[in-house]
Protein backbone atom coordinates (compact mmCIF):
# COMPACT_ATOMS: atom_id res chain seq x y z
CA UNK A 1 0.00 0.00 0.00
CA UNK A 2 2.42 2.59 1.02
CA UNK A 3 4.72 0.96 -2.38
CA UNK A 4 1.72 2.65 -4.22
CA UNK A 5 1.25 5.98 -2.46
CA UNK A 6 5.06 6.71 -3.18
CA UNK A 7 4.75 5.39 -6.82
CA UNK A 8 1.82 7.61 -7.43
CA UNK A 9 3.32 10.70 -6.06
CA UNK A 10 6.61 10.05 -7.85
CA UNK A 11 4.52 9.78 -11.25
CA UNK A 12 2.73 13.28 -10.17
CA UNK A 13 6.23 14.51 -9.44
CA UNK A 14 7.45 13.54 -12.63
CA UNK A 15 3.71 14.68 -14.91
CA UNK A 16 4.97 18.02 -13.32
CA UNK A 17 8.40 17.92 -14.60
CA UNK A 18 7.64 16.51 -17.74
CA UNK A 19 4.78 19.43 -18.22
CA UNK A 20 7.48 22.10 -17.04
CA UNK A 21 9.77 20.75 -19.51
CA UNK A 22 7.59 20.80 -22.59
CA UNK A 23 6.65 24.37 -21.58
CA UNK A 24 10.25 25.72 -21.60
CA UNK A 25 11.24 24.56 -24.71
CA UNK A 26 7.91 25.38 -26.46
CA UNK A 27 8.76 29.03 -25.19
CA UNK A 28 12.43 29.20 -25.82
CA UNK A 29 11.54 27.42 -29.61
CA UNK A 30 8.05 29.98 -30.47
CA UNK A 31 8.55 33.80 -30.91
CA UNK A 32 6.27 35.15 -27.85
CA UNK A 33 3.47 37.35 -28.17
CA UNK A 34 5.73 40.33 -27.15
CA UNK A 35 4.38 43.89 -28.95
CA UNK A 36 7.26 45.72 -31.77
CA UNK A 37 7.92 48.65 -30.29
CA UNK A 38 11.15 49.12 -31.45
CA UNK A 39 11.00 52.42 -32.58
CA UNK A 40 7.58 53.49 -31.25
CA UNK A 41 7.19 57.54 -30.54
CA UNK A 42 6.05 58.71 -27.46
CA UNK A 43 6.74 57.59 -24.24
CA UNK A 44 3.54 56.53 -22.96
CA UNK A 45 0.58 54.58 -24.73
CA UNK A 46 -3.11 56.20 -25.20
CA UNK A 47 -3.87 53.57 -21.84
CA UNK A 48 -1.57 51.84 -19.06
CA UNK A 49 -0.13 48.89 -20.58
CA UNK A 50 -2.25 46.24 -19.43
CA UNK A 51 -5.24 48.29 -19.72
CA UNK A 52 -4.10 48.61 -24.44
CA UNK A 53 -3.28 45.24 -24.16
CA UNK A 54 -6.53 43.50 -23.78
CA UNK A 55 -8.93 46.71 -24.43
CA UNK A 56 -7.44 47.79 -27.40
CA UNK A 57 -9.97 46.17 -29.97
CA UNK A 58 -13.08 47.42 -27.70
CA UNK A 59 -11.67 51.04 -28.11
CA UNK A 60 -11.09 50.75 -31.73
CA UNK A 61 -14.55 49.35 -32.75
CA UNK A 62 -16.05 51.56 -30.48
CA UNK A 63 -14.20 54.43 -32.11
CA UNK A 64 -15.15 53.06 -35.15
CA UNK A 65 -18.86 53.18 -34.65
CA UNK A 66 -18.82 56.67 -33.09
CA UNK A 67 -16.99 58.32 -36.35
CA UNK A 68 -19.21 56.41 -38.75
CA UNK A 69 -22.33 56.74 -37.39
CA UNK A 70 -22.49 60.10 -34.97
CA UNK A 71 -19.79 61.89 -36.97
CA UNK A 72 -17.14 62.37 -33.55
CA UNK A 73 -13.79 62.69 -34.08
CA UNK A 74 -11.85 61.98 -31.40
CA UNK A 75 -7.86 61.58 -31.28
CA UNK A 76 -7.45 59.48 -28.45
CA UNK A 77 -8.34 56.15 -29.40
CA UNK A 78 -8.48 56.63 -32.95
CA UNK A 79 -6.64 53.76 -35.28
CA UNK A 80 -4.46 56.67 -37.39
CA UNK A 81 -3.05 57.53 -34.09
CA UNK A 82 -1.71 54.09 -33.30
CA UNK A 83 0.07 54.19 -36.51
CA UNK A 84 1.12 57.29 -36.56
CA UNK A 85 3.46 56.30 -32.84
CA UNK A 86 3.71 52.65 -33.60
CA UNK A 87 6.00 52.62 -36.13
CA UNK A 88 8.48 49.86 -36.81
CA UNK A 89 11.23 50.72 -39.45
CA UNK A 90 11.89 48.21 -42.08
CA UNK A 91 15.69 47.26 -43.12
CA UNK A 92 15.29 51.00 -45.58
CA UNK A 93 14.30 52.79 -42.40
CA UNK A 94 11.04 53.46 -43.76
CA UNK A 95 8.39 52.28 -41.62
CA UNK A 96 6.52 48.78 -42.85
CA UNK A 97 3.21 47.99 -43.73
CA UNK A 98 1.04 45.45 -42.42
CA UNK A 99 2.78 43.02 -45.41
CA UNK A 100 6.01 43.09 -43.17
CA UNK A 101 5.54 40.80 -40.33
CA UNK A 102 7.72 42.72 -38.37
CA UNK A 103 4.60 45.54 -38.45
CA UNK A 104 3.20 46.21 -34.80
CA UNK A 105 -0.48 45.25 -34.99
CA UNK A 106 1.02 41.87 -36.69
CA UNK A 107 3.66 41.45 -34.15
CA UNK A 108 1.07 39.88 -31.75
CA UNK A 109 -1.92 38.81 -33.93
CA UNK A 110 0.40 36.10 -35.82
CA UNK A 111 1.14 34.40 -32.56
CA UNK A 112 -2.36 34.72 -31.37
CA UNK A 113 -3.63 33.70 -34.95
CA UNK A 114 -6.07 37.22 -34.95
CA UNK A 115 -6.85 38.23 -38.47
CA UNK A 116 -8.12 41.66 -38.77
CA UNK A 117 -9.37 43.29 -41.83
CA UNK A 118 -9.02 46.94 -40.87
CA UNK A 119 -6.04 47.33 -43.26
CA UNK A 120 -7.63 46.82 -46.76
CA UNK A 121 -8.97 50.22 -46.01
CA UNK A 122 -6.84 51.98 -43.68
CA UNK A 123 -3.42 52.57 -44.10
CA UNK A 124 -1.11 50.47 -41.90
CA UNK A 125 1.78 52.79 -41.68
CA UNK A 126 1.74 56.67 -40.99
CA UNK A 127 0.92 59.06 -43.16
CA UNK A 128 3.66 60.99 -44.97
CA UNK A 129 2.41 64.84 -44.00
CA UNK A 130 1.93 64.13 -40.07
CA UNK A 131 0.73 67.85 -39.15
CA UNK A 132 -2.65 66.67 -41.16
CA UNK A 133 -3.35 63.58 -39.08
CA UNK A 134 -2.94 65.35 -36.22
CA UNK A 135 -6.91 66.79 -36.36
C1 LIG B 1 1.42 58.96 -28.52
C2 LIG B 1 1.92 57.72 -29.08
C3 LIG B 1 1.02 56.49 -28.98
C4 LIG B 1 -0.27 56.34 -29.46
C5 LIG B 1 -1.17 57.36 -30.13
C6 LIG B 1 -0.62 54.96 -29.21
N1 LIG B 1 0.40 54.30 -28.57
FE1 LIG B 1 0.39 52.35 -27.93
N2 LIG B 1 2.16 52.63 -27.02
C7 LIG B 1 2.93 53.79 -27.07
C8 LIG B 1 4.15 53.59 -26.27
C9 LIG B 1 5.24 54.63 -26.08
C10 LIG B 1 4.07 52.28 -25.75
C11 LIG B 1 5.09 51.59 -24.83
C12 LIG B 1 5.07 52.14 -23.43
C13 LIG B 1 3.73 51.96 -22.78
O1 LIG B 1 3.21 50.84 -22.81
O2 LIG B 1 3.16 52.94 -22.27
C14 LIG B 1 2.82 51.69 -26.24
C15 LIG B 1 2.39 50.40 -25.96
C16 LIG B 1 1.32 49.77 -26.59
C17 LIG B 1 0.98 48.37 -26.49
C18 LIG B 1 1.78 47.32 -25.74
C19 LIG B 1 1.43 47.19 -24.30
C20 LIG B 1 2.32 46.08 -23.76
O3 LIG B 1 1.80 45.00 -23.58
O4 LIG B 1 3.53 46.30 -23.59
C21 LIG B 1 -0.14 48.15 -27.24
C22 LIG B 1 -0.87 46.84 -27.47
C23 LIG B 1 -0.51 49.42 -27.83
N3 LIG B 1 0.39 50.39 -27.40
C24 LIG B 1 -1.57 49.61 -28.70
C25 LIG B 1 -2.00 50.85 -29.15
C26 LIG B 1 -3.23 51.06 -29.91
C27 LIG B 1 -4.17 49.96 -30.35
C28 LIG B 1 -3.32 52.41 -30.14
C29 LIG B 1 -4.44 53.18 -30.82
C30 LIG B 1 -5.74 53.04 -30.17
C31 LIG B 1 -2.14 53.02 -29.55
N4 LIG B 1 -1.37 52.05 -28.96
C32 LIG B 1 -1.85 54.39 -29.60
C33 LIG B 1 2.64 54.95 -27.77
C34 LIG B 1 1.42 55.21 -28.40
C1 LIG C 1 -14.37 48.69 -46.02
C2 LIG C 1 -13.39 49.66 -45.58
C3 LIG C 1 -13.07 49.65 -44.07
C4 LIG C 1 -12.68 48.59 -43.30
C5 LIG C 1 -12.49 47.14 -43.71
C6 LIG C 1 -12.43 49.14 -41.97
N1 LIG C 1 -12.68 50.48 -41.97
FE1 LIG C 1 -12.44 51.72 -40.36
N2 LIG C 1 -13.14 53.29 -41.48
C7 LIG C 1 -13.47 53.22 -42.81
C8 LIG C 1 -13.94 54.54 -43.23
C9 LIG C 1 -14.39 54.90 -44.65
C10 LIG C 1 -13.88 55.38 -42.09
C11 LIG C 1 -14.31 56.86 -41.99
C12 LIG C 1 -13.30 57.75 -42.65
C13 LIG C 1 -12.20 58.13 -41.74
O1 LIG C 1 -12.51 58.51 -40.62
O2 LIG C 1 -11.01 58.03 -42.14
C14 LIG C 1 -13.35 54.56 -41.00
C15 LIG C 1 -13.11 55.05 -39.74
C16 LIG C 1 -12.55 54.30 -38.71
C17 LIG C 1 -12.15 54.83 -37.44
C18 LIG C 1 -12.27 56.27 -36.98
C19 LIG C 1 -11.19 57.11 -37.65
C20 LIG C 1 -9.81 56.77 -37.14
O3 LIG C 1 -8.81 56.74 -37.88
O4 LIG C 1 -9.72 56.51 -35.96
C21 LIG C 1 -11.61 53.79 -36.72
C22 LIG C 1 -11.05 53.81 -35.31
C23 LIG C 1 -11.69 52.61 -37.55
N3 LIG C 1 -12.27 52.95 -38.77
C24 LIG C 1 -11.25 51.37 -37.16
C25 LIG C 1 -11.33 50.25 -37.95
C26 LIG C 1 -10.92 48.93 -37.49
C27 LIG C 1 -10.36 48.61 -36.11
C28 LIG C 1 -11.13 48.08 -38.54
C29 LIG C 1 -10.90 46.58 -38.58
C30 LIG C 1 -11.58 45.81 -37.55
C31 LIG C 1 -11.68 48.87 -39.66
N4 LIG C 1 -11.78 50.18 -39.25
C32 LIG C 1 -12.01 48.37 -40.90
C33 LIG C 1 -13.37 52.12 -43.62
C34 LIG C 1 -13.06 50.84 -43.21
C1 LIG D 1 0.12 43.12 -27.34
C2 LIG D 1 -0.24 42.33 -28.54
C3 LIG D 1 -1.13 43.04 -29.58
C4 LIG D 1 -0.84 44.14 -30.34
C5 LIG D 1 0.45 44.92 -30.39
C6 LIG D 1 -2.03 44.40 -31.15
N1 LIG D 1 -3.01 43.49 -30.86
FE1 LIG D 1 -4.90 43.50 -31.57
N2 LIG D 1 -5.31 41.80 -30.54
C7 LIG D 1 -4.42 41.11 -29.73
C8 LIG D 1 -5.03 39.89 -29.25
C9 LIG D 1 -4.38 38.86 -28.35
C10 LIG D 1 -6.33 39.88 -29.80
C11 LIG D 1 -7.40 38.76 -29.64
C12 LIG D 1 -7.92 38.69 -28.26
C13 LIG D 1 -9.12 39.50 -28.14
O1 LIG D 1 -9.97 39.44 -29.03
O2 LIG D 1 -9.24 40.22 -27.13
C14 LIG D 1 -6.48 41.10 -30.58
C15 LIG D 1 -7.65 41.46 -31.26
C16 LIG D 1 -7.78 42.59 -32.05
C17 LIG D 1 -8.99 42.96 -32.76
C18 LIG D 1 -10.30 42.18 -32.76
C19 LIG D 1 -10.21 41.09 -33.78
C20 LIG D 1 -11.47 40.25 -33.78
O3 LIG D 1 -11.74 39.62 -34.81
O4 LIG D 1 -12.15 40.21 -32.76
C21 LIG D 1 -8.73 44.12 -33.43
C22 LIG D 1 -9.68 44.91 -34.32
C23 LIG D 1 -7.35 44.47 -33.16
N3 LIG D 1 -6.81 43.51 -32.32
C24 LIG D 1 -6.70 45.56 -33.70
C25 LIG D 1 -5.36 45.84 -33.52
C26 LIG D 1 -4.65 46.89 -34.22
C27 LIG D 1 -5.25 47.81 -35.25
C28 LIG D 1 -3.36 46.84 -33.77
C29 LIG D 1 -2.20 47.74 -34.18
C30 LIG D 1 -2.45 49.18 -34.06
C31 LIG D 1 -3.27 45.78 -32.78
N4 LIG D 1 -4.49 45.19 -32.66
C32 LIG D 1 -2.13 45.45 -32.07
C33 LIG D 1 -3.13 41.50 -29.42
C34 LIG D 1 -2.49 42.62 -29.92
Given at each position: ?67 MRK ?29 DDRH ?32
Amino acid sequence: MIGDQSMSKFLTILATLTVLLIGSTVSAGTPKPLPNLDDVKGDKCVAPKDVIRVEHKYYLLHQRDETMRKGIRTKEHSLKNCINCHIVKGDNGKPVTIKDDRHFCKSCHTYASVQIDCFQCHASKPSPRPAAVEK
